[in-house]
């Protein structure tokens, strides 16, 4: 079984320049999730689908940042305009639903994108 | 809210058994996981707990008091492919997932 892809795997751009990242879930999975990793933190959560559908996004800086996910499958994540402090690396991630305990909250995570905003 | 909090860091030997704490506060809690990250990759599944109790799996296990709001992971036999950031994560019944910083494990020989 495929796991979770995502492109690119690093992206290097100056400040106020706009970038975009995409997530294909595994196949099956309703709900995707875009994280964001500081070195030395652990992934903070930016939005969650459920199918093509919001379920959170209340930590996501709505001024510069946006996501969609079209027919419920794959997703991409924008910044515009990047800032310094955006630099961190995206983890999209995925599960089979929600609410439903180890089957289907366990979250599969893709290999993530290294942003470095110079 | 929540609130996680875990050691920044611990050293451990090769053979030997280490434990990773975790403490939380939190509403609706779901259960909580334990994810293994090594350094430069995407985290991975550990170990998911619900009930109280022990739950083991090979060399690793994972406790939870509710009461409490603790958790522990368990690492026995340390090898050196042991060494990687562990991750505590609370899962709430709107199937979110709240990470904490993790606690990176660095095995000597």
């Known amino acids: 079984e495929a796991g979770v892809a995502q492109s690119p795997r690093y992206k290097i751009i100056e400040k106020r320049q706009s970038v975009a990242f995409w997530c294909n879930p595994i196949?099956?999975?309703?709900?995707l999730y875009w994280y964001q990793q500081i070195l030395g933190q652990g992934p903070k959560l930016l939005i969650q689908?459920?199918?093509?559908?919001?379920?959170?996004d209340s930590q996501l800086p709505k001024d510069r940042f946006s996501a969609e996910r079209l027919k419920g499958v794959d997703s991409t994540l924008k910044i515009q305009p990047a800032k310094l402090e955006d630099s961190a690396v995206y983890l999209c991630?995925?599960?089979?639903?929600?609410?439903?305990?180890?089957?289907?909250?366990?979250?599969?995570f893709g290999p993530g994108t290294r942003l470095t905003v110079l | 809210g929540q609130n996680i909090d875990q050691p920044t860091e611990m050293t451990a030997t090769e053979g030997a058994i280490v434990q990773i704490n975790c403490t939380y506060q939190?509403?609706?809690?779901?259960?909580l996981f334990w994810y293994q990250q090594h350094a430069g990759e995407a985290p991975t599944f550990l170990s998911y707990?619900?009930?109280?109790g022990l739950e083991e799996k090979g060399r690793f296990s994972s406790f939870l008091s509710r009461s409490k709001g603790y958790s522990y992971l368990l690492l026995k036999e340390l090898q050196m492919k042991d060494s990687a950031s562990y991750l505590c994560?609370?899962?709430?019944?709107?199937?979110?997932?709240?990470f904490g910083d993790g606690t990176t494990l660095t095995v000597k020989p």
């Open positions: 991630a995925s599960s089979l639903g929600i609410g439903g305990g180890i089957n289907t909250d366990t979250q599969y």
């Open positions: 196949s099956g999975h309703a709900t």
């Open positions: 689908f459920q199918n093509n559908g919001v379920v959170d």
């Open positions: 939190t509403s609706g809690f779901n259960g």
């Open positions: 707990n619900v009930l109280d």
């Open positions: 994560a609370v899962n709430t019944n709107a199937g979110k997932s709240t």
